[in-house]
Antibody, heavy 115, light 115 residues
Framework: EVQLVESGGDLVQPGGSLRLSCAASGFTFSNYGMDWVRQAPGKGLEWVAYINKGGGSIYYADSVKGRFTISRDNAKNSLFLQMNSLRVEDTAVYYC????????WGQGTLVAVSS | QAVLTQPSSLSASPGASASLTCTLRSDINVGTYRIYWYQQKPGSPPQYLLRYKSDSDKQQGSGVSSRFSGSKDASANAGILLISGLQSEDEADYYCLIWHSDTYVFGSGTKVTVL
């Protein structure tokens, strides 16, 4: 069974940092590019970042460029999102997903940015 | 003008067919894009339904009912998700997605109500 399990969401103050993780199982993680997608409360979906299967090709949404860093560890079947300089508008449920090939999504982890 | 435009809501009767549109900005040609469709029910992550580029380049999500199908309307520069034989369980938000200029772009979503 394919599983993507996000973790690391928390309540953090504006300007703070957080690192999200996504543990993959049930498929050959190293064969797939991966994404982070977020959804603010009551709002639509917003793509955040993409990393290809080898980690050598990375893209970001303009809204997070320079603040967020996507990475992966294929040996540990894990995807990461380092989030720095967090803003109130970064408050959302963050999902890891493969948007291009398989359509796999995790259940999400909540990041709340508030003072 | 937004890259992708979806109507905010659509209502239809059980057993009817519903055609959801995803209109691309006029300067980008629908013919060159894979269009992905997702269904999201309250409190759940999005579920991948299908992707469609052409009749020879399409994919149905694993376990997704054949009542969901994709197509394009070149004259309207739009992708289309057709839901046949509407059921109450089809009540949800539906999002389209494309890869454009090194980013993923989601439509704003269509809320489908089955009356």
């Amino acid at each position: 069974e394919v599983q993507l399990v996000e973790s690391g969401g928390d309540l953090v103050q504006p300007g703070g940092s957080l690192r999200l993780s996504c543990a993959a199982s049930g498929f050959t993680f190293s064969n797939y590019g991966m994404d982070w997608v977020r959804q603010a409360p009551g709002k639509g979906l917003e793509w955040v970042a993409y990393i290809n299967k080898g980690g050598g090709s990375i893209y970001y949404a303009d809204s997070v460029k320079g603040r967020f860093t996507i990475s992966r560890d294929n040996a540990k079947n894990s995807l990461f999102l380092q989030m720095n300089s967090l803003r109130v508008e970064d408050t959302a449920v963050y999902y890891c997903a493969d948007l291009w090939d398989s359509g796999y999504w995790g259940q999400g982890t909540l990041v709340a940015v508030s003072s | 003008q937004a890259v992708l435009t979806q109507p905010s809501s659509l209502s239809a009767s059980p057993g009817a067919s519903a055609s959801l549109t995803c209109t691309l900005r006029s300067d980008i040609n629908v013919g060159t894009y894979r269009i992905y469709w997702y269904q999201q029910k309250p409190g759940s992550p999005p579920q991948y339904l299908l992707r469609y580029k052409s009749d020879s380049d399409k994919q149905q999500g694993s376990g997704v009912s054949s009542r969901f199908s994709g197509s394009k309307d070149a004259s309207a520069n739009a992708g289309i998700l057709l839901i046949s034989g509407l059921q109450s369980e089809d009540e949800a938000d539906y999002y389209c997605l494309i890869w454009h200029s090194d980013t993923y772009v989601f439509g704003s979503g269509t809320k489908v109500t089955v009356l």
